[in-house]
């Protein structure tokens, strides 16, 4: 485990937003003991902005600001478009420079990702990621999006992974429901995302009764989703977050699933044997994000190459 | 890029081996363009690994060999079964120790990884994969296996990837074929390895005519399947290899899929308009398993903290 300079950590304060599509959450800390938080609401972008950036102000010495932020956005520090939401279906938003904005109000460095990446980052620090080089951050609510961990990396690529999307099996006799993705219509989001829940059984998620048929689809559901990045990612553990996510229940019916699923092929003690801390809550609850951007803010203070602008960084060792 | 030393790279000289199923593929040199092979037939442990060792042994300065294997394999170091093939069906090469025996026999440094991973790494070192530190590399054959490359580092985790046993949509209706795979039935694999193609229509793919609308499905399973990658890994490209993919008329049919089942999700130019050199086959063609292996000799050559009995690595930045 690389060695931090603990001494300069203690010293330096760092800014961070859970950017979401219906609020920004902000903080202002140096960790999940010590962090200060307050709620900007998500509406235009320079009215948001703006509550933003006089949050921070408020605060003399940050060293660096880190942005957890809803997308699809640009992760590529090539691009002139580096550090925008891009062709998100909230129009005001589209095409907005939200991390070269908030750099140039506040003339700190800006650290950049996606909100289940952020998420990822935070859990890898202070959560059920400690010392896991590999795994994954699932959030289900609104949409579903994972962020994982591969050799203790974040998952960048092309754009950014957008899990929710993958298709899986949809049994249209056992699940009449035709999914509500408005590009894919039955991928994974589509069919066990909190909106399509709600417009499967006509109530919200958090009404539906832990006895309900619905959480047993639920279950199944995404349990084809994990077992897809399983045989895909290998992670070490599957951290299950988000709104949908808040019924305790679901955990101990995901897991049994996911075992069927597999059937034993993937050999391996930490799923046949700890199935029950192989899939788990995420340990900073509802603060994975925002904690995660925290981690972005010191990331990007520590790796100046990182910065926009910056020259790029070194290739791997594989060529 | 990582300024490897070229002079000393022209001195070593190293082995590798693509170990499958029916043959163990092993060559001797330096590259695409200087490399002498052999093939000893995968019978027993002993008269197999015998055959090869007398190859290498023919060669006096070797600097290390590196092994692209068949699976399942270990590939924690930390493991006591570190380099050992682990649960396969075939029953003589249970829990033996490929790697290790392989070192002792010739007393040089043994890299080790998955066939697929060891493709990946030829593909990225000399092939399509040159310069690209996010994609995907696959084989379909008499099984469908997946490598990957993310943030230029190969995939390893909890085991290993095993990207063929993704749950994909399968409608009986229009494909009563009920999938071959022994554990989970009807996977990618059970689906549309080059035996399902045969199970199916009863020939085997080389004599399907380019015209039968087996293909039609071929394609749709494997372009459901990139789609599920392309939604987790976020990869750069695509590379796909193995028997069945020597149909070329293969490639269009998936693109064609591909770009359908994403629906326009993925707004990345290098998809939406180079969909014809983002979904491509192996520039080394079959021989980048065994090339793949050649790159794993020379990175467990100059990384001595990788090698069989070393000290664990350091971890991430991320914590």
Redesign the interface.
């Given at each position: 485990?690389?060695d931090f300079p603990v001494a300069r950590n203690r010293l330096s304060l760092f800014g961070c937003i859970e950017a979401g599509g219906t609020k920004f959450v902000c903080g202002v800390g140096t960790g999940p003991d010590d962090l200060r938080c307050t709620t900007v609401p998500t509406t235009s972008p320079s009215d948001t902005v703006q509550k933003v950036v006089e949050f921070f102000r408020a605060t003399s010495n940050l060293s660096a600001v880190g942005i957890g932020s809803f997308g699809?956005i640009d992760l590529h520090p090539e691009s002139p478009s580096f550090g925008y939401i891009?062709?998100t279906p909230k129009r005001d938003w589209q095409n907005f420079d939200l991390a070269g904005t908030l750099q140039k109000a506040l003339d700190i460095p800006v650290g950049f990702d996606t909100d289940v990446n952020a998420a990822a980052?935070g859990e890898?620090?202070w959560g059920a990621g400690?010392?896991i080089?590999?795994f994954l951050y699932l959030t289900v609510g609104t949409g579903i999006g994972?962020g994982?961990?591969?050799?203790?990396?974040?998952?960048?690529?092309?754009?950014?992974?957008?899990?929710?999307?993958?298709?899986?099996?949809?049994d249209l006799e056992a699940d009449p429901y035709p999914g509500g993705c408005p590009?894919?219509q039955d991928c994974l989001e589509g069919l066990a995302s909190g909106p399509a829940v709600k417009a499967r059984w006509g109530v919200p998620a958090n009404e539906l009764p832990p006895d309900h048929p619905g959480w047993d689809l639920e279950a199944r559901y995404l349990a084809?989703g994990l077992?897809?990045?399983?045989?895909?990612?290998?992670?070490?553990r599957m951290i299950l977050g988000g709104g949908v996510m808040q019924q305790a229940h679901l955990f101990p019916k995901i897991r049994h699933e996911l075992l069927g699923?597999l059937?034993?092929?993937?050999?391996?003690p930490?799923?046949l044997e700890g199935i029950d801390t192989y899939v788990v809550p995420p340990e900073l609850g509802n603060r994975a994000g925002v904690l995660g951007a925290l981690?972005l803010a010191e990331?990007i203070y520590r790796?100046p190459s990182a910065r926009i602008g910056a020259p790029l960084a070194?290739?791997?060792?594989?060529?």
């Amino acid at each position: 485990m690389q060695d931090f300079p603990v001494a300069r950590n203690r010293l330096s304060l760092f800014g961070c937003i859970e950017a979401g599509g219906t609020k920004f959450v902000c903080g202002v800390g140096t960790g999940p003991d010590d962090l200060r938080c307050t709620t900007v609401p998500t509406t235009s972008p320079s009215d948001t902005v703006q509550k933003v950036v006089e949050f921070f102000r408020a605060t003399s010495n940050l060293s660096a600001v880190g942005i957890g932020s809803f997308g699809p956005i640009d992760l590529h520090p090539e691009s002139p478009s580096f550090g925008y939401i891009t062709s998100t279906p909230k129009r005001d938003w589209q095409n907005f420079d939200l991390a070269g904005t908030l750099q140039k109000a506040l003339d700190i460095p800006v650290g950049f990702d996606t909100d289940v990446n952020a998420a990822a980052a935070g859990e890898a620090r202070w959560g059920a990621g400690r010392g896991i080089p590999d795994f994954l951050y699932l959030t289900v609510g609104t949409g579903i999006g994972g962020g994982a961990l591969v050799n203790g990396e974040v998952i960048h690529g092309l754009l950014h992974p957008e899990m929710g999307h993958i298709r899986i099996p949809h049994d249209l006799e056992a699940d009449p429901y035709p999914g509500g993705c408005p590009f894919h219509q039955d991928c994974l989001e589509g069919l066990a995302s909190g909106p399509a829940v709600k417009a499967r059984w006509g109530v919200p998620a958090n009404e539906l009764p832990p006895d309900h048929p619905g959480w047993d689809l639920e279950a199944r559901y995404l349990a084809l989703g994990l077992a897809s990045w399983i045989c895909t990612l290998s992670p070490e553990r599957m951290i299950l977050g988000g709104g949908v996510m808040q019924q305790a229940h679901l955990f101990p019916k995901i897991r049994h699933e996911l075992l069927g699923l597999l059937n034993g092929y993937i050999n391996a003690p930490a799923l046949l044997e700890g199935i029950d801390t192989y899939v788990v809550p995420p340990e900073l609850g509802n603060r994975a994000g925002v904690l995660g951007a925290l981690v972005l803010a010191e990331h990007i203070y520590r790796n100046p190459s990182a910065r926009i602008g910056a020259p790029l960084a070194g290739e791997s060792a594989w060529r």
